[in-house]
């Protein structure tokens, strides 16, 4: 590799990076962890990488594309090193109500592709679901108690 700042600031340019990815992609490349840790601080000067700008962007995307939950999230997240604050300060920006109201859709959703015949127990397993995919647990409870009872008490009627 001629210029290893030149590769990780074009790798940068494409797509958001956290500083460990691109770290782990130049030690991959050859590049010495030291000089690894130097081009990722000439990254950051330069505005390539921000750990920050890539969390708030993986918690948007994920939330909102692939419909995990905080945990999950938050996992993810740690898995690639970021600082706990940065995390927190990410999460922080789901709303909400909107985070409860994509919980509810998502039970309710999975409920509806088994028909009329849903029963307490199909809606306990597409529970285990939402908690799979990173929902908490006492949020999925309480979903299920608002949202989730009412929809299987007005199926059967």
Same mark, same amino acid.
């Given at each position: ?9 074009? %790798?940068?340019?494409? #797509? ?6 691109? *770290? ?5 490349? !050859? ?7 130097? %081009?990722? #601080? ?13 969390? #708030? ?6 939330? *909102?594309?692939?419909?995990? !939950? #905080? ?6 997240? *740690?898995?690639? *090193? ?10 922080? /920006? ?9 919980? !509810?859709?998502?039970?309710? !959703?999975?409920?509806?592709? %088994? /028909? ?35 929809? %299987? ?5």
């Amino acid at each position: 590799m001629n210029n290893p700042l030149f590769w990780a600031a074009k %790798l940068c340019a494409a #797509r958001e990076y956290c500083s460990d990815d691109i *770290r782990r992609k130049l030690i991959q490349k !050859g590049i010495a962890p030291k000089e690894a840790d130097e %081009l990722c #601080r000439q990254l950051k000067e330069k505005g390539f990488l921000d750990d920050q700008r890539y969390a #708030r962007a993986y918690v948007a995307d994920k939330y *909102r594309f692939n419909h995990w !939950g #905080r945990v999950k999230i938050r996992f993810m997240l *740690r898995s690639k *090193r970021l600082p706990e604050e940065l995390i927190d300060e990410a999460l922080a /920006g789901i709303d909400e109500e909107a985070y409860l109201e994509a919980l !509810g859709d998502f039970l309710i !959703g999975r409920l509806k592709t %088994l /028909g009329d015949k849903a029963t307490e127990e199909d809606a306990w397993k597409v529970a285990r679901s939402a908690i799979n995919r990173g929902y908490e647990s006492a949020l999925v409870a309480k979903v299920m108690e608002e949202r989730v009872s009412k929809f %299987l008490k007005e199926q059967e009627d």
